[in-house]
């Protein structure tokens, strides 16, 4: 069965570029969450969606973030503009309900980005 | 004050010995915790979830104290393959999830 899956696995772009990642959460799994690592932050909630409602997104660092689920298999994650602070991995999770009960979230590998 | 708290470490062990990590979390709502295992430029992945009677899944255990806010994972025998980064998780959602990670424990075991 196929996982998270999320693109662009890596992406070096210019400070003020438009950066938009996607994720397409495992089939069946209804509750979506977007994560920022970084070394100084660790991993950090940015929004989660269930039922493809936005839940809680006050993670989201500042109005250059935003996010969409327009439906069940697919997300996204803009940043406009970008700037170098914004550089991380990001990863998206899935989880069957609300993750509540078994916490299981399965991650995507991440999307790598550099702002320059 | 950070919702979920780490000792970032790094913890260098000898393989074989017994270490220990504890977290605490700052919201006395919190419904459930886990811990999970990141390995070097990989995703986390679910280790074990945490009861309040306390649960062992062969090498590891995992203890939740909530009068006093703070959850631990010991391994003992530890094995070279266990060196990774763990992460204590919390959910503070009611209704729905709010899926917290601490920073995370860095964990190396040398031969």
């Known amino acids: 069965d196929a996982g998270v899956i999320q693109s662009p696995r890596h992406e070096v772009t210019e400070m003020g570029q438009e950066v938009t990642l996607r994720c397409k959460p495992i089939s069946g799994h209804n509750s979506l969450f977007w994560y920022r690592q970084t070394m100084m932050r660790g991993l950090e909630l940015l929004i989660y969606?269930?039922?493809?409602?936005?839940?809680?997104d006050s993670g989201m660092p500042e109005d250059r973030f935003s996010a969409k689920m327009p439906n069940a298999s697919f997300s996204t994650l803009k940043i406009q503009p970008s700037e170098p602070r914004d550089s991380a991995v990001y990863f998206c999770?899935?989880?069957?309900?609300?993750?509540?009960?078994?916490?299981?979230?399965?991650f995507g590998e991440g999307s790598r980005l550099t702002v320059l | 004050r950070k919702e979920v708290e780490q000792d970032p470490g790094p913890f260098n062990v000898p393989e074989g010995a017994t270490v220990a990590f504890n977290c605490t979390y700052s919201?006395?709502?919190?419904?459930?915790f886990f811990w999970y295992r990141q390995d070097c430029r990989k995703e986390p992945k679910l280790l074990m979830s945490v009861y309040s009677s306390g649960n062992e899944d062969g090498r590891f255990t995992a203890q939740l104290n909530r009068a006093s806010q703070y959850i631990s994972l010991l391994i003992r025998d530890s094995k070279l393959s266990d060196s990774a980064t763990y992460l204590c998780v919390v959910n503070i959602g009611s209704s729905a999830s709010k899926i917290i990670f601490g920073s995370g424990t860095r964990l190396s075991i040398r031969p």
């Open positions: 969606f269930n039922n493809n409602v936005p839940i809680d």
């Open positions: 919201n006395s709502a919190s419904q459930s």
């Open positions: 999770a899935s989880s069957l309900g609300t993750g509540a009960i078994t916490g299981e979230l399965f």
